[in-house]
């Protein structure tokens, strides 16, 4: 079992920049992929970024490509997602999740934690 909380969201004005952070419960953190996603209102959940547990392989969206970055922390049990150059439709919750896979796809990510808001102002 893994249990993830989510900080560091908040209101920020467009281009501004944010720094995400999940800590993990689990021991075993290190094992675990680790994936952001989004939910706008009115909107599914969508991928952000993943990383794998060596943090070798990352992936990102094409919508955030360039301006975000995840990176992870396995001595603090710790994912991140650094946002820069925020606009508007990056408003939504963002929430942390963690799997055996380090893909795009929700369905392999069997933990989830409560998600934070991000809200970009124009």
């Known amino acids: 079992q893994v249990q993830l909380v989510e900080s560091g969201g908040g209101l920020v004005q467009a281009g501004g920049s944010l720094r995400l952070s999940c800590a993990a419960s689990?021991?075993?953190?290190?094992?675990?992929?680790m994936g952001w996603f989004r939910q706008a209102p009115g909107m599914e959940r969508e991928f952000v970024a993943a990383i794998s547990w060596s943090a070798i392989i990352i992936a990102y969206a094409d919508s955030v490509k360039g301006r975000f970055t995840i990176s992870r922390d396995n001595a603090k049990n710790t994912v991140y997602l650094q946002m820069n150059s925020l606009a508007p439709e990056d408003t939504a919750v963002y929430y942390c999740?963690?799997?055996?896979?380090?893909?795009?796809?929700?369905?392999?990510?069997?933990?989830w934690g409560q998600g934070t808001q991000v809200t970009v102002s124009s």
């Open positions: 999740a963690a799997g055996r896979v380090t893909t795009a796809d929700i369905q392999t990510y069997a933990y």
């Open positions: 689990a021991r075993t953190f290190s094992s675990y992929a």
